[in-house]
């Protein structure tokens, strides 16, 4: 048995209200991938924090031994010293800057105060061949996808002698390619005697990668799994075994059962898009959205499938009141009759809605609380002669709160300290308080764990069966052909088909998604 690299003992961490940490207990083996999961809010970020100095010692209670001596770190560089090294979820790099300037940023290559640009690019070259990058060290961050800025992560940590790399939700933002290619590296990574703590909520990704699981539940160790004793041995741990000890319950309905809605719309059109046509807002020789149409119904579920640069959020954006690109033609009809969507005002008027795939950085005001985040797409309705109605706002808010079950103390919680999993659910009530008649969600599972997957899928579904249009973009195909009526495919910027759900399959939509040929129309644009 391999020696232990951290030991973890009784980490208790307590903040206003709340404990997040009682007592947890984790332990990594020296060369080894050991995932931690747990539903959104469970403690897994705030446990890496105390490790890696976030939270300095003094702050919580417990001991941390890393290679068998005790640790008492003051701040984040404390522990980058010992090589341990986190990576967040929100990448922490200057887009202005190089590959070269980015890694070695604060832990430069110099003498007597002047910086050694050659023993910099050398440096840098022989890092992006160890993490699979042909980039050169020149090469703008803004220049580069989410899933190479990933890998220019990990060769910046092991820029730092990393001994311990730990990943939070790594492959949240990326593509199954590139997510393919990290979990690759990763395993290399631990053949060269790294180790490596994950956290995901992609249980597939742990069983495919991961030694050993620790499952954390309301800020507690509940137990810690081995997936196999060896890499390339089949994983012993399923996923129904996983989600059933990290919310403390079988879900037995992952995907709740279709209410059909039998009102007096049913089966009538509420959306139709014709020949949506978008183009780059920069380089405008690009078409991004590509004579795009379709229609949903009152009470229906469709789904959008697409591979990364599909066009998916770039439709969705632009048919909601044009907030993205430049329009070059098109009509959205509501109910058969051609309505304005020039700005976003104009499609919330008419019962448009769009919940973004980014919900810190265009979907919620992290500074204010929970109240006010809610209130935020209906004020007009919410206020009398320029003035918010403040006890009916947080009337609103409590209602919402109990209804969707946002964990938190109370309305006037700060969104900023919530979980991933109690954001979105605030970003959906926000929405849904505004009563649109076609609600748009862009990835509205990213990022969040399988328990709060299950109660937003039962939301979405109760939103049809009262009678919403909902359009459902998503990445995972399985989360589409568990809960969408119908599912449009997307390949670069073109609708190539469209599937009932009885006819379709994570083959059959994949042969869509990479289709290049839209029958009965131009073929092989290759743009998007």
């Given at each position: 048995m391999a020696q232990h690299v951290l030991e973890m003992r009784g980490i208790t961490k307590l903040f206003p209200g709340v404990r997040a940490l009682d007592g947890v207990d984790i332990s990594v083996r020296a060369g080894e991938v050991h995932a931690v999961c747990g539903e959104n809010g469970a403690g897994k970020s705030t446990l890496m924090k105390v490790l890696s100095g976030v939270h300095p010692h003094g702050s919580y209670?417990?001991?941390?031994?890393?290679?068998?001596?005790?640790?008492?770190?003051?701040?984040?560089?404390?522990?980058?010293?010992?090589?341990?090294?986190?990576?967040?979820?929100?990448?922490?790099?200057i887009p202005q800057l190089s590959i070269a300037e980015n890694i070695f940023l604060g832990n430069e290559r110099a003498s007597r105060g002047v910086i050694s640009w050659s023993s910099t690019l050398v440096a840098t070259e022989q890092l992006l061949r160890r993490v699979g990058l042909s980039e050169r060290p020149g090469?703008?961050?803004?220049?580069?996808?989410?899933?190479?800025?990933?890998?220019?992560?990990?060769?910046?940590?092991?820029?730092?002698?990393?001994?311990?790399?730990?990943?939070?939700?790594?492959?949240?933002?990326?593509?199954?390619?590139?997510?393919?290619?990290?979990?690759?590296?990763?395993?290399?990574?631990?053949?060269?005697?790294?180790?490596?703590?994950?956290?995901?909520h992609k249980l597939n990704e742990i069983r495919q990668v991961a030694d050993t699981v620790t499952v954390i539940r309301d800020g507690r160790s509940i137990e810690t799994l081995t997936v196999r004793e060896r890499p390339g041995e089949p994983p012993r741990v399923s996923e129904d075994q996983l989600i059933e000890r990290m919310v403390g319950r079988e879900l037995d309905q992952y995907f709740p059962e279709r209410t059909p809605y039998t009102g007096e719309r049913a089966g009538q059109v509420a959306l139709t898009v014709r020949d949506w046509t978008v183009r780059h807002p920069v380089d405008t020789t690009r078409v991004v959205v590509d004579a795009v149409s379709f229609e949903v119904r009152h009470g229906e579920i469709l789904g959008i499938a697409g591979l990364m640069g599909a066009g998916r959020t770039e439709l969705a954006m632009s048919v909601f009141g044009r907030s993205w690109g430049r329009y070059e033609r098109g009509t959205?009809?509501?109910?058969?009759?051609?309505?304005?969507?020039?700005?976003?005002?104009e499609a919330m008027a008419h019962g448009l809605a769009y919940v973004t795939e980014d919900r810190?950085?265009?979907?919620?005001?992290?500074?204010?609380?929970?109240?006010?985040?809610?209130?935020?797409?209906?004020?007009?309705?919410m206020a009398s002669r320029g003035l918010v109605d403040g006890h009916g706002?947080?009337?609103?808010?409590?209602?919402?709160?109990?209804?969707?079950?946002?964990?938190?103390?109370?309305?006037?919680?700060?969104?900023?300290?919530?979980?991933?999993?109690?954001?979105?659910?605030?970003?959906?009530?926000?929405?849904?308080?505004?009563?649109?008649?076609?609600?748009?969600?862009?990835?509205?599972?990213?990022?969040?764990?399988?328990g709060a997957k299950a109660e937003i899928y039962a939301v979405i579904d109760q939103l049809a069966a009262r009678g919403k249009a909902v359009v459902v973009i998503s990445s995972e195909l399985s989360e589409l052909l568990g809960l969408c009526d119908r599912i449009?495919?997307?390949?670069?910027?073109?609708?190539?088909?469209?599937?009932?759900?009885?006819e379709a399959t994570q083959e059959a939509l994949m042969r869509l998604m990479t289709r290049t040929e839209v029958p009965g129309d131009r073929t092989e644009t290759g743009e998007g």
């Open positions: 209670g417990g001991e941390i031994r890393f290679e068998g001596e005790p640790c008492a770190f003051r701040d984040i560089r404390a522990s980058e010293r010992r090589g341990i090294v986190i990576i967040h979820q929100e990448l922490a790099l090469t703008r961050i803004s220049e580069l996808g989410v899933g190479k800025q990933q890998l220019v992560e990990i060769a910046k940590a092991l820029a730092k002698r990393v001994k311990l790399l730990i990943l939070d939700e790594p492959t949240a933002a990326l593509n199954d390619e590139d997510s393919r290619k990290l979990l690759e590296l990763i395993g290399e990574l631990r053949e060269q005697g790294v180790s490596c703590i994950l956290i995901s959205v009809e509501l109910h058969g009759r051609p309505v304005p969507t020039r700005t976003v005002p810190k950085t265009y979907g919620l005001n992290l500074i204010d609380d929970i109240s006010r985040n809610i209130s935020l797409a209906a004020l007009p309705r706002e947080r009337r609103v808010a409590e209602r919402f709160r109990t209804s969707m079950n946002i964990k938190a103390p109370t309305v006037f919680e700060p969104v900023g300290r919530l979980s991933g999993g109690n954001q979105q659910k605030v970003v959906l009530s926000q929405w849904i308080n505004a009563e649109p008649q076609v609600l748009i969600l862009d990835e509205p599972t990213r990022g969040i764990d399988v449009a495919a997307m390949a670069f910027g073109r609708l190539t088909g469209v599937l009932d759900r009885t």
